[in-house]
C-alpha cells in the first residue's frame, strides 16, 4: 500500500481532484445484479456454505471450521466483480460501525458537493484528509456536523443501497466521551455495498468523487492499516478503512476487556478485484478482533486468485 507524505502536500493534490467531482458525470453500473450465495441463515451460530453446483464454491467455505472456533461475533462479506457474486458470512447479523463510518460521512459530503455541480468545499476536504487517513474522530465530527448529521448519511445510504444501516443521532457514546456516530449499526452486506459504490463506476458517485475518496482510503496511516490489507500481494491496490471500540456492545456499557473491530475495503491486483467487509464484536481485546479480520482477509485473497 503507498504510503502519505504529509497532509498539507496531500490536501493540495486532493483538492485539485475534487475539483473534477462535479463536472463528471459517474457511469452507471454495468451488468446483472449480483449474484448472492449467502453461508449462512441469519443469526446462525453453526454456519454451513451448500453453493449451487453451477456456481463458484464460497471463498468462505475454507473458513467455516476456523471461525467456529473464534471467540466473539464474526460477520463478513464479499463481492468478486469478476464473477459479479456477493457472498455473505451470517447474512443479517448487525453490528456498530465504530470509525468505518467515516467513509459514509465521506459519501455523504461528496455526494452533496456533485448535488450542487461544485468541487468538495474546502474546508470539508481538510477534515476529509485526517478523518479518513488517520481515522481522526474530531474531523468526522466537525464533517458530520457540516452535512447535516445523521439524517443527511441516511440519505445517502438510501441512494447508495445501504438498506440496513442506521446512522446514530447520539452525541457521545453512553459512559464514555467517545462520538456517538460509532454506534451506527450496519451489516457487512452493506459494507460491501457502501465500498463498492467508491471501487466501481456507478450511478450514486462520479468518478471523480470516487476516486477522491479511495486516494484517502489507499493513503491511511500506518497503525491504521490493518485488517482486509492482510495477505495481500504487495504491489495491489488496497484502499480501506478500520474501526474498533474498546466495549461490549450489547447490551451496550463500557467493558475496557472487550472490543468490537471492523474493516472494509478494496482490494485489487494480481489478478483480483474484491471488496470485503469483515466485522467483529464481542472479542476479548482489540489485538483479537484484529487477528479476526486479518485471518478472513488472507484466506479471502487466496480463495479469489484461484
Given amino acids: 500500500m503507498r504510503r502519505s507524505t504529509s497532509w498539507a502536500s496531500r490536501l493540495a493534490v486532493l483538492c485539485i481532484a475534487g475539483l473534477l467531482a462535479a463536472g463528471c458525470a459517474g457511469s452507471p453500473a454495468g451488468g ?86 461544485e468541487p468538495l468545499p474546502t474546508a470539508e476536504a481538510a477534515l476529509a484528509v485526517p478523518m479518513i487517513e488517520a481515522s481522526d474522530n474530531t474531523s468526522a465530527t466537525d464533517l ?14 438510501d441512494s447508495a443501497g445501504l438498506t440496513s444501516t442506521s446512522p446514530s443521532a447520539l452525541a457521545v457514546i453512553p459512559g464514555t ?40 482510503m489507499e493513503h491511511v496511516a500506518d497503525g491504521q492499516n490493518w485488517g482486509v490489507s492482510a495477505g495481500v500481494a504487495p504491489g495491489a491496490t488496497v484502499a ?38 469483515v466485522l467483529t464484536s464481542n472479542d476479548p481485546s482489540e489485538g483479537y478482533g484484529i487477528d479476526t479480520t486479518e485471518l478472513i482477509s488472507r484466506q479471502i485473497y487466496d480463495e479469489l486468485g484461484s
Fill in 240 to 277: 480501506l478503512k478500520n474501526g474498533w471500540i474498546p466495549y461490549f456492545p450489547q447490551p451496550l456499557r463500557y467493558d475496557s476487556t472487550g472490543a468490537l473491530v471492523n474493516s472494509i475495503g478494496w482490494i485489487h491486483g494480481h489478478g483480483r478485484d474484491y471488496v470485503i467487509a
Fill in 32 to 117: 446483472p445484479a449480483p449474484t448472492v450465495k449467502a453461508d449462512s441463515p441469519a443469526h446462525s451460530q453453526t454456519p454451513s456454505a451448500s453453493p449451487a453446483s453451477d456456481s463458484p464454491v464460497s471463498p468462505f467455505k475454507s473458513l467455516l471450521s476456523l471461525l467456529g472456533r473464534r471467540q466473539g461475533t464474526i460477520t463478513a462479506a464479499v463481492y468478486d466483480r469478476r464473477t459479479n457474486r456477493l457472498w455473505v458470512y451470517r447474512p443479517g447479523v448487525r453490528e456498530y460501525t465504530a470509525s468505518i463510518v467515516k467513509v459514509e460521512i465521506l459519501g455523504t459530503a461528496l455526494a452533496q458537493a456533485q448535488a450542487r455541480n
Fill in 144 to 157: 458530520l456536523a457540516d452535512v447535516g448529521g445523521a439524517p443527511a448519511v441516511l440519505r445517502f445510504d
Fill in 177 to 216: 466521551d467517545w462520538p456517538g456516530w460509532g454506534l451506527t449499526t450496519t451489516t457487512a452486506r452493506d459494507q460491501v455495498m457502501l465500498v463498492r459504490r467508491f471501487a466501481f463506476p456507478n450511478p450514486v458517485l462520479t468518478d471523480a468523487s470516487r476516486s477522491y475518496g479511495l486516494n484517502l
